[in-house]
């Protein structure tokens, strides 16, 4: 079973950057689209950004287009968000997901968060205002 572990999150101010990290461990042989998504205190679990296998596409929710920008390292089995201009309100937790695609699939990005199976723990975000 494929394993996930987010890391880098942290306290930072309102306008400042951070960027997540998802290592991925396990059978990993396979091709994965990956997603991120977060979830406030309580709120629903909401998308934020997701990538193809191939790097070539991405997609982002609209709170954080412009701002956010997802990117992976298929040799080092790792996918990163980079999170610019930050809010009080992407403070949550942020959790990536994954799920593996057929080679026909490779350019292909999933938004919801039922079509993922492998999920990690997920870091915090605070932003302070």
């Known amino acids: 079973q494929v394993q996930l572990v987010e890391s880098g999150g942290d306290l930072v101010q309102t306008g400042g950057s951070l960027r997540l990290s998802c290592g991925a461990s396990?059978?990993?042989?396979?091709?994965?689209?990956v997603g991120w998504f977060r979830q406030a205190p309580g709120k629903e679990r909401e998308f934020v950004a997701a990538?193809?296998?191939?790097?070539?596409?991405?997609d982002y929710a609209d709170s954080v287009k412009g701002r956010f920008t997802m990117s992976r390292d298929n040799a080092k089995n790792t996918v990163y968000l980079q999170m610019n201009s930050l809010k009080p309100e992407d403070a949550a937790v942020y959790y990536c997901a994954a799920r593996s695609v057929s080679t026909s699939h490779s350019g292909t990005y999933y938004l919801g968060q039922y079509e993922y199976d492998y999920w990690g723990q997920g870091t915090q975000i605070t932003v302070s205002s």
């Open positions: 396990g059978p990993t042989g396979g091709r994965f689209a």
């Open positions: 990538i193809s296998w191939n790097g070539v596409n991405a």
